[in-house]
Structure formats: C-alpha cells, structure tokens
C-alpha cells in the first residue's frame, strides 16, 4: 500500500494538529484556573479570573476536560473529527447559557461566565464547525477518490 492510498482513507492531514491546539488551549486555560485562589466560591466574582476569562471550579473543570479530550482525540482523525462536532454542540450550549448568564447576572451564578468566556466559547464553537464540516468533507472526497483508483 502506498502512502497516497494511506493518506485517502485516513482523512486531512491537518486536522489532527488543529485539535491538538485546541485541547492544549483549554488544557492550559482550566489548569491555569485551578490555580488562581478562591475559584472555589460560589458568586459572579470578577476578581476571579484567568486573564480575561473567569475561573470557578466548575467551567476550570469543564475546560481541562476539553483539553485533554482534544488531546485525545487528536491521536486519530476520526476521532477529531467528532471531537469538533461535539465542540460545536457542547459551546454553542455554553455560548447560549453564558449570555444569557451574562444578561440576566445574578449572584447565584454557579458557573461565573463574563463577556470574554462568551466570546471564547462562541469562536471555539464556530471553530469546532469549521474543521467538523471540512474535515468530514475532505475525509469523503479522498475516500471517494480513494474507492475510484
């Protein structure tokens, strides 16, 4: 078997590194809010914060896991590819509840979501549709191309 008909039923070959970048982002991000002090309080608190995003133990959580599944899932390209159909899913519900989180903030909010996590999650989002729906195409026209020769 030659690498030309190793490459058309493997997928896109770039696809693989993008979502390792993405998992190392969210791996360093909900690392790096498991060490600001005091994200174990419940409350929006704007002093709590990683940077511009805020930091609760809850979204540090959600984030490392992100992280490290992207991590995962970039070992094989089927597996990036739904990684980035269950990123769009899951930010695009992130997105959604954040801002209206955000509107409506009360002091109650377990999750302590701000403008800057919106708009993360949203680009994350927009991102993880993008590769999924490129991905999934160039994966299938180089199956088709590979089920042709």
């Known amino acids: 078997m030659t690498s ?32 600001t002090p005091e994200t174990a309080a419940v409350g929006h608190e704007t002093s709590r914060a990683v940077w511009i995003f805020s930091a609760t133990s809850l979204l540090n959580l959600v984030h490392t896991a992100v992280g490290v599944l992207g991590l995962l899932a970039a070992t094989r390209r089927p597996g990036s590819i739904i990684y980035c159909w269950v990123l769009f899913v899951g930010f695009a519900g992130m997105t959604a509840y954040g801002v209206l989180a955000t509107a409506f903030a009360t002091p109650e909010d377990p999750i302590n979501v701000n403008w800057a996590d919106n708009v993360l999650h949203g680009l994350t989002a927009v991102a993880g549709l993008v590769l999924g729906i490129v991905g999934a195409r160039a994966s299938a026209r180089q199956a088709t191309k590979g089920d042709a020769a």
């Open 4 to 35: 030309a008909e190793t490459r058309s039923r493997t997928g896109p070959v770039w696809l693989r590194p993008a979502v390792a970048v993405l998992g190392l982002l969210y791996l360093a991000l909900g690392i790096a809010g498991f060490l």
